[in-house]
C-alpha cells in the first residue's frame, strides 16, 4: 500500500504582521437583507477592515442602507454580478478579500475562521466554504441545503478539475486576484461569476475548503423556479465560455501537469496553449 505524502501546513510566523481584511457585497435592489448581512459583519469577533458594498445600479434604499452602516459604498453601472463582483475586488485594499451575497448572514467567527485558514495554510490562495439555509420551512433547510450545494459541486468539478469557489462564502488573497484579474469575464452579465473566478483561480492557484467558515444564506434558490433554471443556464454558459481552452480532458491534462512540475520543483509555463 502506498501511502500518501503529508501535506505540509504553515504555523502563522510569530511577530509577522497581522494580515488586513476586505469584504465585498455586490447587490442590487436588496436593502432589508443587505441591512441584516451587514448588521452580521458589525457583530463579527474580527472586524473586517473594510466592507465593500457595490451598488449595481439599485433603485431601492440599497447604497443608503451601505452608507448607514459605515461600509464603503462603489457604483458599478456595469449589468451583472460579474461585473460588479470584479469591480468590488479591484477596489479591495486587503490582504484577504472575503466574499459573500447581501442575504447571507455570517456567524460572527466568519471573518475569524477565514483569516485562521489562511494562516495555517500559506500555499492556499482561496477558500471556500459551505452554507445552511436561514428561512424557508425548517425541516428542509438542513437537507436542502446540502443537496444544493452537493449538486453545484458534483456539477462544476468535473469541468474544472478541482474544487469550485460558491459565491455566498469564498475568500482569496488579493495577489492571486491581481493574477487573475484581466482573464475573468466580468462583461457578460449571464455568467456565473463564482464558477468563472474558479476557472482562472484554479488554473494557477490552490484552492481549499474552509469547514469551520459558517455561513447562513437564503432558500431564494428553490422559491423561485425561473431564477433556478437561469442559475443553472448561467453555470452551463460559463463552462462553455471557457471552452475550447478549457474543455475538461485539456484542461485535466494541463493541471496535472502542473502538478507533476510542481513537485519536481519545475518552473512552469504560464499557459499550455492548445
Not at 425541516?139 to 459541486?153: Q, S
Not at 433554471?229 to 480532458?249: E, K, L, N, S, Y
Request: glycine share 6%; net charge positive; proline share 7%.
Amino acid at each position: 500500500m502506498t501511502r500518501r505524502r503529508a501535506r505540509r501546513r504553515h504555523p502563522p510566523t510569530p511577530g509577522a504582521p497581522a494580515v488586513t481584511v476586505s469584504v465585498v457585497i455586490p447587490v442590487k435592489d436588496d436593502a432589508v437583507a443587505l441591512r441584516r448581512c451587514l448588521r452580521a459583519l458589525q457583530l463579527q469577533t474580527r472586524q473586517p477592515d473594510e466592507v465593500i458594498v457595490v451598488d449595481n445600479a439599485s433603485t431601492d434604499a440599497s447604497a443608503a442602507v451601505a452608507h448607514d452602516a459605515g461600509a464603503v459604498v462603489t457604483f458599478c453601472g456595469a449589468p451583472g454580478i460579474p461585473a460588479a463582483a470584479a469591480h468590488g475586488y479591484d477596489r479591495a485594499g486587503g490582504d484577504l478579500v472575503l466574499r459573500l451575497d447581501a442575504d447571507c448572514v455570517p456567524a460572527a467567527s466568519w471573518a475569524a475562521e477565514v483569516v485562521a485558514a489562511f494562516e495555517r495554510r500559506r500555499d492556499v490562495s482561496a477558500f471556500t466554504g459551505g452554507a445552511r439555509f436561514i428561512d424557508g420551512p425548517r425541516a428542509l433547510r438542513r437537507p436542502l441545503a446540502a443537496a444544493y450545494l452537493t449538486a453545484y459541486a458534483v456539477a462544476a468539478a468535473p469541468a474544472l478539475g478541482h474544487l469550485p469557489l460558491f459565491g455566498s462564502n469564498l475568500a482569496f488573497r488579493r495577489s492571486a486576484w491581481t493574477d487573475v484579474r484581466h482573464r475573468a469575464h466580468r462583461h457578460d452579465p449571464e455568467l456565473h461569476d463564482d464558477l468563472d473566478l474558479s476557472f482562472h483561480l484554479g488554473e494557477r492557484h490552490r484552492i481549499r475548503f474552509a469547514r469551520h467558515t459558517a455561513m447562513g444564506m437564503s432558500m431564494r434558490p428553490f422559491t423561485d423556479a425561473r431564477g433556478f433554471v437561469r442559475r443553472v443556464a448561467r453555470g452551463a454558459r460559463t463552462v462553455t465560455a471557457h471552452w475550447p481552452q478549457d474543455f475538461p480532458p485539456l484542461r485535466w491534462t494541463r493541471l496535472l501537469l502542473r502538478r507533476v512540475l510542481a513537485r519536481l520543483a519545475v518552473p512552469t509555463p504560464a499557459r499550455v496553449r492548445s
